[in-house]
């Protein structure tokens, strides 16, 4: 006789019916990406909010450009630009608090610049001289996140244990199309939703993860909808439209913070330039569909919503010129000092308590410098 067998055993009740936890309609993205360059609703948008998106648009061209040349110029190791993704990377920036955190992919460097860090600390890490290059909790900015979608776990957790804390704190995080098909993106998304976590995801979607097309990584109607299954919302936005992804993203926000839970957001950008400096973009998309795009540049979009309502005139055109210029230059004469590395360094911050590994690597690369020293010396006094 078998344990279950016996009298008076546990036997577990037959499953309840099935019903959906929750109501799925309002979780579902728009038919069509949200809008408010061109329409009725931009009339009632704030002027000055128009004339800092544009100033901040401006500003992070002059930056993706500049970057890109100081790859060239072999600055910079490489560098993934996000030339007309710039409204993605402002508003995600302008959306969050001063208290918020930022979760940036390798591509969100303009997002981390227009939050306020310094350029040259932004492109540290693309430079290959440093770990990250600035303190991620003096700027609540997460480390520029190289591997697909494991930063999206980190802004659960961070957003989750805040909450648990008490502190208003809300995490928005940045990936790109490719990195929902990561498993990554499932398991951030399912957490923060069974957790109710204060936390924004915003998908980039730029049309390839490097040179496969979104068809060929999802089936869904969008990526947005994918929010209905994890129990979120998901919002559509066009992705070039400043003004609609501040206000969505805005929302957002403010929802998470006042513990409406997490939502997924979908921008439907396109990357005008390559993947990388390393890329030829040419191999998997023709000139023609970029020329399209170019129609639909978010500065465009938002000079024609600006000069419409004439809130843009040539003094605020050449002074938004003038600043972005500035610090271009400012970033190229930095970007061509030779920094100043220790060696020593790569030990630093790999543990709070380094094994014992790594201390005899440590000590072994101590011991090659040193050589390297005093050959160097030795060097030196035969030349003189």
């Keep these: 006789?078998?344990?279950?067998?016996?009298?008076?055993?546990?036997?577990?009740?037959?499953?309840?019916?099935?019903?959906?936890?929750?109501?799925?309609?309002?979780?579902?993205?728009?038919?069509?990406?949200?809008?408010?360059?061109?329409?009725?609703?931009?009339?009632?948008?704030?002027?000055?909010?128009?004339?800092?998106?544009?100033?901040?648009?401006?500003?992070?061209?002059?930056?993706?450009?500049?970057?890109?040349?100081?790859?060239?110029?072999?600055?910079?190791?490489?560098?993934?630009?996000?030339?007309?993704?710039?409204?993605c990377e402002v508003a995600a920036a302008l959306a969050l608090k001063e208290r918020d955190w930022l979760f940036p992919s390798y591509r969100d460097t303009l997002a981390v610049?227009?939050?306020?860090?310094?350029?040259?600390?932004?492109?540290?890490l693309l430079r290959g001289d440093w770990h990250t290059g600035y303190d991620p909790r003096e700027h609540r900015i997460a480390p520029l996140c190289t591997p697909l979608a494991t930063q999206l776990p980190h802004a659960v957790g961070l957003a989750h244990a805040a909450r648990l804390k008490g502190d208003d704190v809300v995490a928005l995080a940045m990936v790109g199309d490719g990195g929902t098909s990561e498993g990554?993106?499932?398991?951030?998304?399912?957490?923060?939703?069974?957790?109710?976590?204060?936390?924004?995801?915003?998908?980039?979607?730029?049309?390839?993860?490097?040179?496969?097309?979104l068809a060929k990584q999802t089936a869904a109607p969008s990526l947005a909808h994918k929010a209905v299954g994890y129990g979120m919302p998901g919002r559509l936005v066009d992705g070039n439209d400043a003004v609609a992804?501040?206000?969505?993203?805005?929302?957002?926000?403010?929802?998470?913070?006042?513990?409406?839970g997490p939502t997924l957001v979908e921008a439907v950008t396109y990357r005008m330039e390559a993947h990388t400096n390393a890329d030829d973009a040419t191999r998997y998309r023709p000139d023609a569909e970029v020329d399209a795009w170019r129609d639909h540049d978010p500065i465009l979009l938002l000079e024609r919503e600006l000069t419409e309502r004439g809130l843009l005139d040539d003094d605020i055109?050449?002074?938004?010129?003038?600043?972005?210029?500035?610090?271009?230059?400012?970033?190229?004469?930095?970007m061509n000092q030779d920094p100043l590395l220790d060696p020593m360094d790569l030990f630093t911050h790999v543990y709070a308590e380094q094994t014992s590994q790594l201390r005899e690597q440590a000590a072994q690369l101590r011991a090659e410098l040193e050589v390297a020293s005093e050959e160097a010396d030795a060097s030196e006094g035969r030349t003189r």
Aim: hydrophobic share 40%.
């Design 317 to 334: 055109r050449r002074q938004a010129a003038e600043d972005a210029e500035t610090m271009a230059a400012d970033l190229r004469e930095r």
């Design 184 to 213: 990554d993106f499932h398991e951030a998304l399912n957490f923060a939703a069974v957790w109710q976590a204060p936390v924004v995801f915003l998908v980039q979607n730029n049309g390839f993860a490097i040179s496969v097309p």
């Design 113 to 124: 610049v227009a939050r306020g860090l310094d350029p040259v600390s932004a492109l540290t």
């Design 1 to 87: 006789m078998t344990v279950m067998e016996q009298r008076g055993a546990y036997r577990p009740a037959p499953p309840p019916a099935w019903q959906p936890r929750t109501d799925p309609a309002p979780l579902l993205p728009d038919a069509e990406p949200y809008r408010v360059l061109g329409t009725e609703t931009a009339g009632k948008a704030d002027p000055g909010l128009l004339r800092r998106l544009y100033a901040e648009l401006v500003r992070g061209r002059r930056y993706n450009t500049q970057a890109t040349a100081l790859t060239k110029q072999g600055r910079l190791a490489v560098y993934p630009s996000s030339t007309g993704q710039e409204a």
């Design 245 to 260: 992804m501040h206000e969505v993203l805005s929302e957002a926000v403010a929802r998470a913070r006042e513990g409406g």
